[in-house]
């Protein structure tokens, strides 16, 4: 069997979806790191910040059950091109907002639009990918959200000092219409692309369940009644408020505890989210590398997530070192933990799920996530807020550092009992 025709067209796919992820996380992070020009120019408190925080998480939220749904009844390459085109307008909005509520508004735009991008990859990877390498090719796509956020330490500080603010905003936001001529040029699903070959389509299809184009979802409240919806719930809930905060406050943790000038391309926010390019990578091969010596696919998985569970545990000891290169390590470790552990439970939903559910079951965990994402930062908000006040803003995140710690271990226990027996 030729292995080049095997790859070639569902690997150009899995190219659009990692680019289009570095997109999302691109104009997603400009606001944590101009989060200190913009609380000079608007005066922010760290709660303002947290709310504008939670606009976005609340919109992501809703966003997510309704592009979840959407794309499972509409297809993924509409439904996909439908959320870039809005979530960039969205990034670009930001640029003219001239108040706290302003920003807040459009941070509920991106929220909503950026939804779509989710439901819509793993979607993508369930019709493209056969089981054994689904969890590699997601690690691979989710990767993209570390290069964004690589990319974007470096990117807009340079605009910033270039240019100003606004044109951060402007220019991040405008890449996405690109991206959206190469997907509408580029996707669809196997069964309808043009230049798929007989042998990729077989080997795409050769562990799994072929699916009717016409066949429909099921209703979406029949999914609140299977354990493996509450497992991937309760999943995302438990880790999910964990990225967004290496997302929105990781930079002003390294500003405000080892004075770290945000004005200036920052390495070790480059270092962190490289770290998580590998993690996202590793932990999708890991599990998929355990399948194809002949473990059977939970057993795979939830040895795989446990491993990653534990890899957590050190950033606990963040709060000791006063050395901000050791603070990098702990917590790259982490994040490149976490996104392995992304890559692994977004695959869960295609472990369990046929293809015609899999975007609703995302949407519906996704919204969970965000719910913590929600919960999350008020409560970050108020505990830097109040040590702050005592001049001890360390301790602050000392107390967040052991949240995120524990999150992912009790998340593997709830999941590991939810899915133990068979749906």
């Given amino acids: ?47 303002d910040y947290s709310n504008i925080v939670m606009a976005f998480s609340a919109a992501y939220a809703i966003g997510l059950i309704g592009f979840g749904r959407w794309i499972d009844k509409i297809g993924t390459k509409l439904g996909y ?57 997601t690690g691979i796509f989710n990767s993209g959200a570390n290069v964004g956020a690589v990319v974007a330490p470096i990117m807009v500080p340079a605009i910033l000092g270039a240019y100003g603010w606004q044109e951060a905003f402007v220019i991040t936001g405008a890449i996405g219409f690109i991206w959206l001529i190469f997907w509408w040029k580029y996707y669809d699903t196997p069964a309808r692309h043009k230049k798929i070959s007989k042998e990729e389509f077989g080997y795409i299809h050769s562990d799994n369940e072929l699916v009717s184009e016409t066949e429909l979802p099921v209703k979406w409240t029949a999914l609140f009644k299977v354990k493996q919806t509450w497992a991937f719930i309760f999943g995302k809930l438990l880790t999910d408020p964990v990225w967004w905060f290496f997302l929105f406050w990781l930079p002003s943790y390294f500003s405000e505890t080892f004075n770290l000038d945000l004005k200036k391309p920052s390495l070790p926010l480059v270092i962190v989210y490289t770290a998580t390019t590998i993690g996202s990578i590793g932990g999708g091969y890991l599990s998929s590398y355990l399948i194809k010596k002949g473990w ?13 569970a534990v890899c957590v545990l050190p950033i606990m000891l963040a709060q000791f070192t006063k050395n901000i290169w050791v603070a990098v390590g702990l917590i790259s470790l982490a994040a490149a933990a976490h996104q392995a552990w992304s890559a692994n439970i977004f695959t869960t939903v295609s472990d369990y799920f046929p ?32 040590y702050k006040l005592l001049g001890n803003i360390t301790a602050g995140y000392d107390i967040i550092f052991i949240m995120c710690g524990s999150a992912y271990l009790l998340a593997w226990i709830v999941m590991h009992f939810l899915t133990s027996t068979k749906k």
């Fill in 1 to 47: 069997m030729n292995i080049t025709s095997q790859k070639r067209v569902r690997y150009g796919i899995l190219a659009l979806l990692f680019f289009g992820t570095t997109i999302n996380y691109i104009d997603r992070q400009v606001i944590g790191l101009l989060k200190p020009t913009l609380e000079k120019e608007f005066h922010w408190t760290e709660t």
């Fill in 81 to 137: 091109s439908v959320s870039v085109f809005f979530w960039s307008v969205a990034a670009v909005a930001h640029a003219f907002a001239k108040s706290t509520f302003g920003f807040g508004l459009a941070r509920v735009g991106l929220g909503v639009a950026e939804a779509g991008n989710f439901p819509a990859a793993i979607k993508s990877v369930a019709e493209w990918f056969p089981k054994k390498e689904r969890a590699l090719a």
């Fill in 296 to 308: 059977n696919v939970q057993r795979a998985r939830k040895t795989t997530m446990f491993f990653i």
């Fill in 355 to 386: 293809k015609k559910d899999i975007s609703s079951v995302v949407g519906i965990g996704g919204m969970a996530g965000s719910v913590g994402g929600i919960l999350f930062p008020l409560a970050i908000g108020m505990i830097l807020d109040h």
